[in-house]
């Protein structure tokens, strides 16, 4: 039975709307195209994501990481709590309790988030295995929230499709290890690919890199070309986006990427939307 809303259910989410509004404007470009119920919860889920993020990317070296790693640890269990009571006086995490309340996203990918937010306060460098839990954590899980939105409490759906979701998760955060590498770097001291001298990065290491996510990328488009009309849209969109970056990335010499952050210009992601919303993320 569906959750009664109330005045402050909406406020919560217009709050969390604001969140995702102020940091990333193609995220809000794919959610325009998402139908009216996805993209309030898939923005409630991002929202608190975004937050948690920022606890441990936020540049003000005043804040010690013991300060960083309290509030974080706050964070999850005010949602933790706000999920099994359904209320919290922290509008983002209200939101995204109600997401998840509506469509079962449980601990089981809530907590490998939260662990993974919380290596980045301590991990600085990365084998494979590592490498691999960190993903799942502050990637994969996400896309699997999201893919809770898009079934509508359909299991056999979400099982069939969830190797592709978590797929395309994890091609969108390596992508951006490798466009954020100088910045990761320089002003985190993290670097994320196992053995990788941002000093030493290679064309051929890089051709390596992305071999990898166009990989995820051809995984995952098999599977969101199977979502309902209501998402494959909005997915197909982040797709192409995440696709044509790394393409520009391949095009792109290597100490070049280790000195400036590749990006499509605005006018390319105007077409790609545009196509998007043509299309339907048809093939």
Not at 8 to 25: E, L, P
Not at 205 to 213: E, G, P
Request: charged share 30%.
């Amino acid at each position: 039975m569906p959750l009664r809303r109330t005045r402050y259910d909406d406020a919560a989410s217009r709050s969390a709307a604001v969140v995702i509004g102020v940091y990333s404007t193609s995220f809000g470009w794919a959610c325009r195209l998402l139908g009216p119920e996805e993209r309030e919860h898939v923005r409630n889920i991002y929202a608190l994501v975004r937050v948690a993020d920022e606890i441990v990317d936020e540049a003000d070296e005043s804040w010690s990481v013991a300060d960083r790693r309290r509030m974080l640890d706050a964070l999850e269990e005010e949602t933790a709590r706000a999920i099994a009571t359904g209320r919290s006086a922290n509008l983002v995490v209200h939101a995204f309790a109600r997401a998840a309340r509506l469509h079962g996203i449980g601990d089981d990918l809530i907590a490998p988030f939260f662990a993974s937010m919380r290596a980045d306060l301590t991990v600085d460098s990365h084998d494979d295995a590592s490498l691999a839990e960190y993903v799942h954590g502050s990637a994969e899980v996400v896309g699997l929230m999201c893919l809770r939105v898009f079934v509508g409490g359909d299991d056999a759906t979400y099982a069939r499709l969830a190797p592709g979701a978590s797929r395309l998760g994890a091609a969108f955060q390596k992508v951006n290890f490798l466009r954020d590498l100088r910045q990761d770097h320089d002003a985190l001291g993290r670097t994320y690919f196992p053995g990788l001298d941002p000093a030493a990065f290679s064309d051929a290491h890089r051709d390596v890199l992305l071999d990898d996510i166009d990989e995820d990328l051809r995984v995952a488009r098999e599977a969101l070309l199977q979502l309902p009309p209501t998402s494959r849209r909005a997915v197909w969109l982040a797709h192409a986006l995440f696709g044509e970056l790394s393409k520009r990335l391949r095009a792109t010499p290597a100490a070049e990427i280790r000195s400036r952050r590749v990006r499509v210009p605005d006018a390319v992601k105007a077409r790609i939307v545009l196509r998007a919303a043509v299309s339907g993320g048809r093939r």
